[in-house]
């Protein structure tokens, strides 16, 4: 697989979850945020499609594995403090197991 | 300031951030991923500037404050599971301070 930057593998090392935003490649939308360990993401490199740790049932999660939502994933940044990686994604149906496109539809509105 | 979702107000009571994605609402590039707690959301609502918490820190952060590039604050929404939020701003200048307009500009190949 690519190398890591240096800050990434400390942080797997330590046991850490890095933040991981997918985006839609085509309109842009931010599809939803999930993690990674360095398992899911050598996964999603080794496959292009995205793969999660669900912490909830912590364990390896292929999005799309159940619902056929899949994610294929087209490029991914780490950012500047090595704490979360943006993946733009062609996304199939919907990303939100509500089955609306985002997992972003609660605004809150401003005062 | 609005209710929070339930989800969200549970959280935070535990002593949970939220993870916080600032998007460009015009360009729609996702400029970084901060923290927030509940002084720093309300803070945000109120001012409708970004305000974050600093992990490193351990402080409440208003983006921009050193560096003048402020995000000014045009919606918020929460995701389905509430343990994150989607910023749509205007962005001032550039948002990562290595001068980048994005935090994400460390991209890995995919093999």
Known sequence: ????????????AAGELIAAIAQ???SK???????MNEESLNLTLETKRATYWSRSRNSLW???ET????QDVLSLSFDCDS??????VNQT???CH???RSCFHSEILIP
């Open 98 to 100: 509500t089955g609306e």
């Open 83 to 88: 704490d979360s990686i943006l993946l733009l």
């Open 29 to 35: 939308d931010v599809l939803m945020l999930a993690w």
């Open 93 to 95: 149906g919907a990303a």
């Open 24 to 26: 839609d490649a085509e």
């Open 67 to 70: 619902s056929g939502h899949f």
């Open 62 to 64: 292929v999005k799309g």
């Open 1 to 12: 697989m690519s190398k890591l930057p240096a800050a990434v593998a400390e942080r797997f």
